[in-house]
């Protein structure tokens, strides 16, 4: 079956792109000399896993309990949270996978510590730690230095709670090519008085994972970086285009829509709205609506009901009409894959295959 005669709207991967993103991260990884720890956030499936796996990835990061779940269940070891997980019903289930599976976790506060503490030994078991620190992005993490180590040696003290590195997330690194390097060069500033203050204490540090799809072609900038953790780069989107991150041709997937409606003049009315694509609207390049139209660039997606793409066929040279098939780039690729149960696969433009979107919808 051709993608376009799919029912609609659905979520399709052309798996020569897929293919092509994976082994040109991993790729650059390896010339940079950092591992690849991938964050499952954006695709949330267990065979673009097991792909990232077999490229050399060291393991995975997850931000929910749940996602750890699904992807230990599927048969992975070594999963980073790399989330400051608060609550006492996930951390049980935490300290349960870690009996298991090999599980870090990235915290920020003393609080964490203790109550993860708790957890693990009333299980018998082990938690790795990461202490994450803030790389400038003003989200999560401790100021680099004193207080940092300060933390982790609370949590070296701490009965089932193994100390292991440094977390940061490298989120400020964002924009063009120039706006990127400049604040990675930034970063490494960062993640040094980081590295400096254990250093004074003669403390070391086995892991420090740092990184995102933008900042990933500058990991080589950043010394003392052990693994990244892009997201992103296995499907890319709008945002990561209009980054200079990647290509149009580089994104991989695509929500199928059908023309519903052409009756109001200057409209085409698309039957995927937010529930389908996201009401995520642009955070980096022109603000060009809910997604790109790959039939039609010149006609922007100006406005989403839940079920409802209303397109704005005005300046569009493209004559839209009733029963249309067309394909559209999200904005924000890892959100809207977490609206779909499934991903059908691609090859030449035929459906070879569907892959359950296993961890969607796993917010806990
Ligand atoms: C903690 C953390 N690590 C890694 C990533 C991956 O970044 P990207 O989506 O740019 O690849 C994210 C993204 O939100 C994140 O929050």
Same mark, same amino acid.
């Given at each position: 079956m051709l993608a376009n005669e799919l029912s609609t709207p659905v979520l399709t991967v052309d798996l020569d792109v897929l293919e092509r993103n994976l082994e040109r991260v991993a790729e650059t990884c390896r010339k940079q000399g950092v591992s690849l720890r991938p964050h499952t956030k954006t695709h949330k499936t267990v065979e673009v896993a097991r792909r990232q796996l077999a490229l050399g990835a060291v393991g995975l990061t997850v931000a929910k309990v749940g996602e750890a779940e699904v992807f230990a269940a599927a048969g992975f070891d070594d999963i980073l949270v790399a989330y400051p997980i608060m609550g006492q019903e996930k951390h049980r289930r935490l300290a349960t996978l870690a009996r298991a599976r090999r599980i870090l976790i990235a915290i920020d506060s003393e609080a964490a510590a203790h109550e993860l503490s708790r957890a693990a030994s009333a299980q018998g078991g082990t938690l790795g730690v990461l202490v994450e620190f803030d790389a400038g992005g003003k989200r999560c993490g401790l100021e680099p230095g004193p207080q940092v180590v300060a933390l982790a040696k609370t949590i070296a003290k701490l009965p089932g709670l193994k100390f292991r590195g440094l977390m940061s997330y490298? +989120?400020?690194?964002? +924009?063009t090519p120039e706006e990127r390097r400049a604040e990675a060069e930034q970063v490494a500033q960062r993640v040094d008085r980081a590295l400096a203050a254990f250093r004074a204490e003669s403390m070391p540090v086995e892991i420090v994972s740092g990184g995102s799809t933008p900042s990933l072609e500058f990991a080589h900038l950043i010394s003392g970086l052990t693994e990244i953790r892009p997201g992103t780069y296995v499907y890319n989107d709008l945002n990561t285009y209009h980054q200079g991150a990647c290509r149009l041709e580089d994104c991989a997937v695509r929500v199928v829509a059908t023309v519903v409606s052409t009756a109001v003049p200057g409209r085409a009315i698309l039957d995927s709205g937010s529930k389908t694509l996201t009401s995520d609207v642009m955070s980096a390049g022109p603000k060009t609506g809910y997604g790109y139209i790959v039939e039609a660039p010149d006609a922007p997606i100006v406005k989403l009901n839940e079920e409802h793409g209303l397109v704005d066929t005005t300046s569009s040279k493209h004559r839209f009409h009733v029963g249309e098939v067309v394909t559209i780039i999200p904005n924000h690729v890892c959100v809207a894959v977490n609206m779909h149960d499934e991903i059908v696969t691609l090859r030449k433009g035929e459906a070879v295959g569907c892959w359950k979107i296993a961890a969607r919808g796993k917010i806990r």
């Open positions: 490298f +989120g400020n690194v964002w +924009g």
